[in-house]
C-alpha cells in the first residue's frame, strides 16, 4: 500500500537522522563537552519561549532531578497530538524525532530559531539515554517516551488533566558526552538571560540534585516586567550610573522589530550586548553597527547644537560608547545568522531600521531631557581628551622603541622558535619565580617574562594610563599584538600566554588583576582561547627518594596511601610539605611539575559568559566596596578560582 511503503520510507528517514546526530553530535550542537550539555536545556527551553512569544506561555520551569536528568515544564497551547496527513505521525513524534523539524515557530510569525543551529528537539532526542514527554491539552495528558531518539513507546492517552502545556524530561547519554552534570549557575545566567529578553516571562529553576544536602533544593526564579530595561539596571548595578532612568526606544516595520535599553555609568568600559530572536550575537552584525554609527552622529549632532562640543572637537564611537551599557534586541523572520561562529547578524535591512529609530527618538529624548543629554555628552568629551592623551602617549613608546634596536622588554627570556603557533609565553611575578623558571623550561618554544614593580587598577584606568605603565607595557609589547581596538591576533608572538602565579592569596590577587588586564584590554586573546594559567603543585611528598606531588587535597591523600601502602606507620614517614611559592622551587622541580608540556595542567581562561565574566571583574576591581565584600563572602572559592 502507498501509504505504508510511505511511512516506512519516512521512518528509515528518521533513524537515518537519528544516528547522524549520534555520529556526529559536534555537527549539531558544536561540542559535546559541558558547554553542548548545557545545549540541550537551551534547545528544549527555547521551543517553550517559542511559544511564550506567541503569548500562550508563561512559565517556564526547568528542574535539574536527582538522577541525571532535566525536566522542562511550559504553561503553552500543549504540542499538538493529532496525526499528520503525510507522515500519519503525530505533531508531537514529529517534534522529537524529525531533523529540523518541530515547534520553531512563535505565533506572532516570527521564527525564532534558537539555539546553535536551529535543531531543536529531535537532537535533544537524539542524544539522550531517555526522553519522556507529556502533553496537556483539550482536558488530557498525553505520554511518550523514546531512547536515544527511537520510539520506546507511542503516544497515548494516559487521562484527564486540568491544565495545558507541554513537559520535557530527557537524561543526557554519557556515552555521548564527557561531562553529565548541568552546571546551575552557568543555567542559571542563561534562563535569566531569557527572562530579560522576554519581559514577563516567569523562568524559575529548581535543583534537586545531592537532596542530602541542606542547601537542597536550591532554586532561583526570574520575571522582570521591565525586560531589556532590567537587564540594562541589573548590569549596572555594581556602578554607578550617571543618569535616571534607562533610556529606552523601540520601534519597528514589517517583520522586524528592535528595542534599545541602554545607560551610562562612570566607568570607562563599554557593555553592549545584542541579540537577534534571542539570540546573543556575539559578533555583532547589522543590527550593531546600524546602532553604533547612530550613536555616534546623534550625540555628535548633539554635542555641537549645545555647544559641548567644541568646533576643534570631533567624537569617535569609542569616545561615545565609554561607559555605556546597553542591550539592542531586535526580532525578525528569517534571521541571517553569518561569521565564524554563526552569531552575527547579516539582514542588511536591519540596519537602516535600527540607525533610523535611535536617529529619531534618542534625538527627542535627549532634547526632552538636556541634563542627561549633557552628562553624557561630558562623558564622551573626556574619553576624547584621553583618547588624544593615549595617543601621544603611543607616539611616545613608539618613538622610544623605534630608538632601542631590540624593541623587545629587556627582561623578557624569549625562546628561540619563531613560528607563533608553537610558542609559549609564561608570565610571573617576582624575581626569583622568574630566575626559576628561566632554569627550568625549555628555550626552544617557551618564553618567560617577569613582572615588576606596582600593578595598576585597570579597572580604573583609561588606555593612556596603560601606556605610561612600566609592569603592564612589557607584557604588552613582549604579547606584540597591541591592545584596546588596534588589538590584531595577526601579530600574536605566542600560542599560549600561560598565567603563573603562587597558590595563595597574593598569587590570586595578581592573577585576578592580569586576567582583568588581559580582559578589558587585550579581550579576543581570551575570546579566542590563548590565556592560561598554569598549576603549580600544593604538596610535596617525599619517602626516601621518592618524590610526589598533588594538585589537590583529595590527590595528595591518595598518593599518600599509594606510597605508604595503606600501612600507617609508614605513611606517618613521609615527608609532607605545602608548597609555599612558585620561588622556592628549583628550577628542574618547576619544570616536572608546572612546565612540561606531557606533565603540567593548564587551566584555559575562557568568557563564555561575558556578563558573568564582566560581573566579576566589576566587583572585585571596582570601586564600590559593600557588593565586593558580599561576593568575597558569599563565593570566597569562586572569587580566588574565577579563572577556572
Ligand atoms: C516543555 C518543554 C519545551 C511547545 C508547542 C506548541 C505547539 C507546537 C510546541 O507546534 C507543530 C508547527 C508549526 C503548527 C502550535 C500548539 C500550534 C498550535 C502548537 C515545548 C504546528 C508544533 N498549538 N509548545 N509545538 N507546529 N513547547 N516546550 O516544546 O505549525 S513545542
Not at 559541558?34 to 517553550?48: C, F, M, P, T, W
Not at 542591550?327 to 534571521?335: G, Q, R, W, Y
Not at 619517602?543 to 589537590?552: F, H, I, K, L
Amino acid at each position: 500500500m502507498r501509504e505504508e511503503n510511505g511511512y516506512d520510507a519516512s521512518q528509515i528517514q528518521v533513524l537515518e537522522g537519528m544516528e547522524a546526530v549520534r555520529k556526529r553530535p559536534g555537527m549539531y550542537i558544536g561540542t559535546t563537552s559541558i558547554q553542548g550539555l548545557h545545549h540541550l536545556v537551551y534547545e528544549i527551553v527555547d521551543n517553550a519561549i517559542d511559544e511564550a512569544l506567541g503569548g500562550f506561555c508563561h512559565h517556564i520551569e526547568v528542574v535539574l532531578r536527582d538522577d541525571g536528568s532535566v525536566s522542562v515544564q511550559d504553561d503553552g497551547r500543549g504540542i499538538p497530538v493529532g496525526r499528520q496527513e503525510q507522515t500519519g505521525r503525530s505533531a508531537a513524534e514529529v517534534v522529537f524525532t524529525v531533523l529540523h523539524a518541530g515547534g520553531k515557530f512563535g505565533g506572532s510569525g516570527y521564527k525564532v530559531s534558537g539555539g546553535l543551529h536551529g535543531v531543536g528537539a529531535s537532537v535533544v532526542n537524539a542524544l539522550s539515554e531517555w526522553t519522556r514527554v507529556r502533553i496537556f491539552l483539550e482536558g488530557r495528558r498525553y505520554e511518550m517516551a523514546f531512547s536515544r531518539g527511537e520510539v520506546t513507546q507511542e503516544l497515548t492517552d494516559a487521562g484527564s488533566s486540568e491544565i495545558s502545556g507541554t513537559w520535557v524530561c530527557f537524561k543526557p547519554d554519557p556515552e555521548i558526552f564527557e561531562e553529565t552534570a548541568f552546571d546551575f549557575e552557568t543555567l542559571q545566567s542563561r534562563l535569566r538571560q531569557q527572562a530579560f529578553l522576554n519581559a514577563g516571562l516567569r523562568i524559575t529553576l529548581t535543583d534537586e540534585r545531592d537532596p542530602e544536602d541542606e542547601a537542597r533544593p536550591r532554586s532561583a526564579s526570574f520575571r522582570y516586567e521591565g525586560g531589556i530595561r532590567s537587564f540594562v539596571e541589573w548590569i549596572n548595578r555594581n556602578r554607578t550610573p550617571i543618569h535616571e532612568p534607562v533610556i529606552y526606544l523601540s520601534g519597528g516595520k514589517d517583520d522586524t522589530v528592535c528595542e534599545i535599553a541602554l545607560q551610562y555609568n562612570d566607568s570607562y568600559t563599554e557593555n553592549l550586548l545584542s541579540f537577534a530572536n534571542n539570540i546573543a550575537t556575539t559578533e555583532g552584525g547589522m543590527h550593531e553597527t546600524g546602532f553604533k554609527t547612530a550613536l555616534t552622529r546623534v550625540l555628535s549632532e548633539y554635542g555641537r547644537s549645545h555647544n559641548i562640543l567644541k568646533e576643534d572637537q570631533k567624537l569617535s564611537g569609542e569616545d561615545v560608547r565609554e561607559g555605556i551599557t546597553a542591550i539592542l534586541s531586535v526580532k525578525l523572520t528569517d534571521a541571517q545568522f553569518e561569521g565564524q561562529t554563526k552569531t552575527k547578524l547579516g539582514n542588511s535591512h536591519v540596519r537602516s531600521l535600527v540607525d533610523g529609530l535611535v536617529a529619531e527618538k534618542l534625538s527627542d529624548f535627549l532634547e526632552e531631557n538636556p541634563a542627561v543629554g549633557r552628562s553624557i555628552l561630558e562623558k564622551s568629551v573626556q574619553a576624547a581628551l584621553a583618547r588624544e592623551a593615549a595617543r601621544k602617549a603611543r607616539e611616545l613608546t613608539r618613538r622610544k622603541t623605534a630608538l632601542d634596536s631590540a624593541a623587545l622588554p629587556g627582561k623578557l627570556a624569549d625562546c628561540h622558535e619563531t613560528d607563533p603557533r608553537l610558542t609559549e609565553l609564561f608570565i610571573v611575578e617576582g624575581d626569583s619565580a622568574g630566575g626559576s623558571a628561566k632554569g627550568g623550561r625549555d628555550s626552544r618554544y617557551q618564553a618567560i617574562l617577569p613582572l615588576w614593580g606596582k600593578m595598576l587598577n585597570v579597572e580604573k584606568a583609561r588606555l593612556d594610563k596603560i601606556y605610561s605603565n612600566e609592569k603592564l607595557m612589557p607584557l604588552v609589547t613582549a604579547i606584540g599584538a597591541g591592545i584596546g581596538t588596534e588589538f590584531s591576533l595577526e601579530r600574536l608572538r605566542y600560542n599560549k600566554v600561560i598565567l603563573m602565579a603562587d597558590a595563595d592569596v597574593d598569587g590570586s590577587h595578581i592573577r585576578t588583576l592580569l586576567l582583568t588586564f588581559l580582559f578589558r584590554f587585550l579581550r579576543p586573546l581570551i575570546d579566542e582561547g590563548h590565556v592560561y594559567i598554569a598549576q603549580p603543585p600544593l604538596y610535596k611528598m617525599t619517602r626516601g627518594r621518592q618524590v610526589r606531588y598533588a594538585y589537590t587535597d583529595a590527590e595528595r591523600d591518595r598518593t599518600l596511601d599509594e606510597l605508604s601502602g595503606g600501612d600507617p606507620a609508614v605513611r606517618s614517614r613521609i615527608d609532607v610539605s605545602r608548597n609555599k611559592g612558585l620561588g622556592e622551587m628549583d628550577a628542574e622541580e618547576l619544570w616536572e611539575t608546572t612546565m612540561h608540556p606531557e606533565k603540567r595542567t593548564l587551566l584555559q581562561v575562557t568568557a563564555e559568559d561575558a556578563v558573568a565574566a564582566d560581573e566579576i571583574f566589576t566587583i572585585l576591581m571596582g570601586d564600590k566596596v559593600e557588593p565586593r565584600r558580599e561576593f568575597i563572602e558569599k563565593f570566597a572559592k569562586s572569587a580566588i578560582n574565577l579563572d577556572v
